[in-house]
């Protein structure tokens, strides 16, 4: 009798039984009961179980799903309850001509995705597969609220005043996006950081807005810790908890867990669907490339900065595990995403920090976009010092928008840089971004505007849903 899968006896009380005129040994079941969580530790080695063995090629890295096989994070369990023990009696048993209800086509997986796995590691594997669900649910938490007013902005100088947010809250934001620099602290001591963040919390505007509208950040290179620092910055795992402290992220959150901040979140329903992607362009970006001393000083009299692309084909922006993430995120259902990086991505080169000085992985963001057919993709983005919209055209299936902001509280000391993909006119007056969306309308409209202090309108574009789909 050939056994299917083969697994040493002496570590399972072995079961024969007959599956779909297949002959397979099962285990004894030893998960634990429904309830209960599994350790840590044996979710870290299921997943190294996982990305090892043969799950990858039905379920994708992270358990999404692909055409061989239904996705592992979604709210369907087409098989059980979800449970523990139910998860592991589907590894354990394998399925015949499966299918979901949304699941197009049939599936098969062999005992244990036919690989030869002990007790312990079928526990692993369990647990891993189990928070696979959990750990989306609590990073895409999907609210039924429909957000149509939304402010967005960078670079806030803590020691001086911010009148700014008086302006903000007039417009009653359901949603406040910080782009980055939301402290410009620039340290790598951790209780100084900390106390930069006091002085942004006792900002009577902004401890009001947390009152009002919701926030969500991410951070720039000056409330990470060292300026224009990215991975070689040995403090950011202690910044990333500092950062997390300051924004309320719960205990349990992924962000906790995970090398970096990025996170996600969807609102509305089907037709009013809005998804926000946060990214992390400081904690798993490798170095960027300096022009000499004479050279800088010359393209700071054309409003340029000291970089220099880094083509290399090791350069990254992105972690890989980022990237993984990212490709789940563009894969979900959703009208409109807003796309929020701390740094220009459409803006061409100028020299100072931007997606340009990675053009390898800007052309994978690009190609991200395109190949996961994610439409209604707008960019958000902060860092420099002045207000600019920029438009990308042929690269995507439909024009790619950029909107930077720039600070929030104090004017641009340097020159406007070049930017061939400009749309309107920069400024370097302090201002912040405003977006209302209206949903009601048959052809949904987006209406995006860098505002000043004075809630004057210094850039503005209406974007409708329409031209944000694949063509």
Not at 65 to 81: S, Y
Not at 313 to 340: G, T
Request: proline residues 7%; hydrophobic residues 35%.
């Amino acid at each position: 009798m050939r056994y299917i899968p083969r697994m040493p006896r002496n570590r399972y009380s072995a079961r024969v039984l007959r599956l779909c005129g297949v002959p397979i040994v099962l285990a004894a079941l030893a998960a634990p009961a429904g309830g209960a969580a599994p350790d840590p530790a044996a979710m870290e080695r299921g997943a190294a179980i996982y990305r090892g063995g043969t799950c990858p090629v039905c379920h994708h890295w992270e358990g999404q799903g692909n055409r061989r096989g239904p996705d592992l994070t979604d709210d369907e369990w087409l098989h059980g309850d979800g449970s523990l023990a139910a998860v592991r009696t589907a590894i354990e048993t394998g399925f015949r001509h499966g299918a979901g209800r949304r699941f197009r086509g049939k599936y098969e997986m062999w005992p244990l995705g036919g690989m030869e796995l002990d007790e312990s590691d079928v526990d692993a594997l369990t647990a891993y597969v189990w928070s696979l669900h959990r750990r989306r649910r609590a990073a895409d938490t999907l609210t039924r609220e429909v957000v149509s007013r939304i402010a967005f902005g960078s670079g806030a100088d803590q020691d001086r005043s911010q009148p700014v947010w008086d302006t903000v809250l007039a417009l009653r934001p359901q949603l406040t996006l910080m782009l980055g620099n939301s402290v410009l602290a620039g340290t790598v001591d951790m209780r100084e950081l900390r106390l930069q963040y006091d002085k942004l919390a006792a900002k009577p505007g902004f401890s009001e807005l947390r009152r009002q509208s919701r926030l969500m950040a991410t951070w720039n290179d000056l409330d990470f810790g060292r300026e224009d620092g990215g991975a070689d910055f040995d403090k950011r795992a202690e910044s990333q908890q500092v950062f997390l402290d300051f924004w309320n992220e719960p205990p349990g959150s992924p962000r906790r867990q995970q090398q970096g901040i990025y996170t996600s979140q969807r609102f509305g329903p089907p037709g009013r669907r809005l998804q926000v992607i946060l990214l992390d362009t400081r904690y798993g970006r490798g170095p960027i490339w300096q022009v000499s001393p004479d050279e800088a000083r010359r393209r700071q009299l054309l409003g340029m900065g000291p970089y220099l692309p880094n083509d290399h084909e090791r350069a990254r922006m992105l972690s890989e595990e980022q990237w993984r993430w990212l490709d789940q995120q563009l894969r979900q259902p959703a009208d409109l995403r807003l796309i929020a990086t701390s740094i220009p991505f459409v803006m061409e080169f100028t020299g100072w920090e931007s997606w340009a000085n990675m053009p390898n992985e800007r052309q994978r963001l690009i190609e991200l976009i395109r190949d996961t057919g994610a439409a209604g993709v707008l960019l958000l983005s902060g860092d420099t010092p002045w207000a600019d919209v920029s438009r990308l055209e042929g690269e995507v299936p439909y024009p790619l928008w950029d909107f930077n902001s720039g600070s929030l509280n104090r004017r641009g000391m340097v020159g406007i840089g070049p930017n061939r993909h400009r749309v309107g006119t920069p400024t370097a007056e302090p201002n912040f971004g405003y977006m209302e969306i209206d949903w009601t309308a048959a052809d949904p409209t987006i209406r995006i505007e860098l505002r000043s202090i004075a809630n004057r309108s210094l850039l503005r574009q209406i974007v409708r849903l329409s031209e944000l789909q694949p063509k």
